[in-house]
């Protein structure tokens, strides 16, 4: 268990809907990254959270929006579902964002992934 | 922008055999580098790591990597594999900086025959 949550674990849903996805990051961890995996786009990234605030972009469709939430918890939004939408979702977090001045480079841990079946 | 290359998509070793996969960034300055595998059904489990000093890092499960600058690689070796190691692994390149990401490879699958 990488201490990171994510559900629900599988979703099928029908093209034109609305889905969101949740991510509870490890305790501790303020930034929080969703990642698309695809088998011909391979892991893309979407969008990263830090704090509740958003801090770097993607390849995030304007169908997709996402938030992070005071306690720290994130949602991906995706709607008007289509076909390609199909995929793997993983949501990653770290411990703090590598603004200037921050030495270190972040480590993100990884959750299990929702897996998005869109017919 | 940074870019990750991992030439072979699909790698069979027989089990106790040496392994190493490739990884090719492309950066304008040092990066992180790191490697994560990923179990059938699991998500990402970080390897191993390299963020500055000593070009050869070790990680989980026996597995080492070598940073070489000059052929912008970064290379997982492991020397005995086992049949549990069986999985696809990413490579990925994090920039330095305010805009941080990670940029993954498309992956190698790894088939361990007995």
């Known amino acids: 268990d990488s201490g990171v949550t994510q559900t629900p674990k599988h979703l099928i849903t029908a093209t034109g809907q609305r889905v969101t996805l949740r991510c509870s990051p490890r305790?501790?961890?303020?930034?929080v990254y969703w990642y698309q995996q695809s088998l011909d786009q391979g892991l893309q990234f979407l969008i990263q959270?830090?704090?509740?605030?958003?801090?770097a972009k993607g390849n995030i469709l304007e169908r997709f929006s996402a938030q992070q939430f005071p306690d720290l918890h994130s949602e991906l939004n995706l709607s008007s579902l289509e076909l390609g939408d199909s995929a793997l979702y993983f949501c990653?977090?770290?411990?703090?964002?590598?603004?200037?001045?921050?030495?270190?480079?972040?480590?993100?841990?990884f959750g299990a992934g929702s897996r998005l079946t869109v017919l | 922008a940074q870019s990750v290359t991992q030439p072979d998509i699909h790698i069979t070793v027989s089990e106790g055999a040496s392994l190493e996969l490739r990884c090719n960034y492309s950066?304008?300055?040092?990066?992180?580098l790191f490697w994560y595998v990923q179990s059938p059904g699991q998500g990402l489990q970080l390897l191993l790591k390299?963020?500055?000093?000593?070009?050869l890092v070790q990680g989980i499960k026996g597995f080492e990597a070598e940073f070489k600058r000059s052929q912008s690689s970064f290379n997982l070796r492991k020397p005995s594999v086992h049949w549990s190691d069986a999985a696809e692994y990413f490579c990925?390149?994090?920039?330095?900086?305010?805009?941080?990401?990670?940029?993954f490879g498309k992956g190698t699958l790894l088939t361990v025959n007995p």
């Open positions: 990653a977090s770290s411990q703090e964002f590598p603004g200037p001045g921050v030495v270190g480079a972040n480590v993100l841990t």
């Open positions: 305790s501790g961890d303020l930034s």
């Open positions: 959270y830090y704090n509740g605030e958003e801090r």
């Open positions: 950066y304008g300055a040092t990066p992180y």
């Open positions: 390299y963020f500055s000093g000593d070009t």
């Open positions: 990925a390149v994090g920039a330095r900086g305010s805009n941080y990401k990670l940029t």
